[in-house]
Nanobody, 117 residues
Framework: QVQLVESGGGLVQPGGSLRLSCAASGFTFSNSPMRWYRQAPGKERELVASITSTGGSTNYADSVKGRFTISRDNAKSTVYLQMNSLKPEDTALYYC??????????WGQGTQVTVSS
């Protein structure tokens, strides 16, 4: 089955770091661009970062640029989001997302990140 499973979320103090992981299965991961989204309660879902199938190019939302890094390990079918210098406004449920084939689209279940003193 086509599936994405996120992990690595938790509670961290402002200025701290977390690394999120998203493990993929059921499709050809190495052919698929990957993305991280986040959504806070009452807020619109926001595209945080994206990465090409080879990992050769990345893009970031202005709000996280310079603090977050997206990467992938195609041998492990896993995409990562390294989050540094975390701020309270980064608090959200973080989802990974993949496009595969011509029209396929899959979301993970989400992992909670809470930044608080």
């Amino acid at each position: 089955q086509v599936q994405l499973v996120e992990s690595g979320g938790g509670l961290v103090q402002p200025g701290g770091s977390l690394r999120l992981s998203c493990a993929a299965s059921g499709f050809t991961f190495s052919n698929s661009p990957m993305r991280w989204y986040r959504q806070a309660p009452g807020k619109e879902r926001e595209l945080v970062a994206s990465i090409t199938s080879t990992g050769g190019s990345t893009n970031y939302a202005d709000s996280v640029k310079g603090r977050f890094t997206i990467s992938r390990d195609n041998a492990k079918s896993t995409v990562y989001l390294q989050m540094n210098s975390l701020k309270p406004e980064d608090t959200a449920l973080y989802y990974c997302n993949a496009n595969y084939g011509y029209f396929g689209r899959v979301w993970g279940q989400g992992t909670q990140v809470t930044v608080s003193s």
